[in-house]
């Protein structure tokens, strides 16, 4: 099967009926699995048990950024190839992108204050990150203002492409500027510098988080569709109402 | 296990992730059954797509 083929709404449907319960099985299985591996998990010998907020803010903040990354694909969909189904994906994602990012400042504040003594501080990777969850909020806001869905699309696969700038600056601030925030001690140059006792729970958490996107955007875009059909019924009831009213 | 002098920051941390989570699911869960109510009461008026297909049916 490929893109073309989920072109035809029907289609992508059928396959997401056959989809969701694998993919929500396997999202709970692997919950379940990463919550246990947290659990058990050692003390780090600086943070002591405050390292298990690492299981959450981690894959939280990884997919704050994915999100927005898928969303930058479906919206060059939108604007280059025209699929019918790429503005219905970055609708979609935008409200599970935001709630990823809201998690994602508010657990890193809660770890913050024990290991920093701040709640919040104005450096470049934090206010980055608050930047996103505002353009997130101002995409959704976008989505609800304008009625019509492709005018909305055009207009909002702008708003995401222009947003996208902001990725690598999130990425890089650490680097960048002089930041609280630890610089990347998972994906960087030389491999990972995090012990296996953590980094082992924390890919098993990373991996339930992402099936978690996929799942739930997966159900999102099915309800997008049927929204969609729902519109478009009653357009054609309102126009059957109007040509009743001509004719008598 | 024990969860040392921070304990209450950890806890909730979880609680939160949990609720948002938990939020999510019920938002798509209620969202597909009330898209499948609206359309099954316009099918059930005479109203019906183009393609004369039912637009509750998955196929």
């Known amino acids: 099967m490929t893109l073309t083929d989920l072109a035809n709404p029907s289609r992508f449907l059928a396959l997401t009926a056959r989809l969701l319960p694998w ?3 396997a999202t709970a299985i692997l919950l379940l699995i990463g919550l246990y591996q947290s659990a058990m998990a050692p003390d780090d010998y600086q943070q002591g048990a405050t390292v298990k907020i690492m299981f959450i803010h981690v894959p939280n903040a990884w997919l704050s950024m994915f999100v927005w990354s898928v969303m930058s694909v479906a919206a060059l969909g939108t604007l ?6 790429a503005d219905v994906a970055a609708k979609t994602a935008a409200p599970i992108g935001a709630a990823f990012t809201f998690l994602a400042l508010v657990t890193g504040s809660l770890w913050g204050r024990p290991m920093w003594g701040t709640y ?3 450096d470049a990777r934090l206010t980055s990150v608050l930047i996103l969850f505002l353009m997130y909020l101002g995409l959704i806001a976008l ?3 304008v009625e019509d869905p492709s005018r909305a699309a055009r207009a909002a696969a702008v708003l995401t492409l222009v947003g996208a700038i902001n990725l690598p600056i999130i990425k890089f601030s650490v680097d960048w500027w002089n930041t609280l925030h630890q610089p990347a001690s998972v994906f960087r140059m030389g491999g990972s ?3 296996r006792a953590f980094l082992v729970p924390l890919m098993v958490m990373a991996a339930a988080f992402s099936l978690l996107f996929i799942t739930l955007h997966l159900a999102a875009m099915r309800n997008e569709i049927l929204r969609r059909r729902v519109r478009s019924l009653q357009m054609a009831q309102a126009r059957m109402t109007q040509a009743g009213r001509r004719s008598a | 296990m024990t969860l040392g002098p921070y304990a209450s920051f950890i806890v909730t941390s979880y609680l939160v992730v949990a609720a948002v989570v938990l939020i999510l699911i019920v938002w798509v869960a209620v969202d597909y059954r009330r898209q499948k109510l609206r359309l099954s009461e316009l099918e059930a008026s005479g109203i019906t797509r183009r393609s004369g297909r039912s637009a509750t049916d998955i196929p």
């Open chain 1, 23 to 25: 993919f929500a099985a």
């Open chain 1, 143 to 145: 989505w609800r203002a």
């Open chain 1, 120 to 122: 919040w501080e104005w």
């Open chain 1, 80 to 85: 280059v190839w025209r699929h019918p189904l």
């Open chain 1, 193 to 195: 510098t995090l012990d």
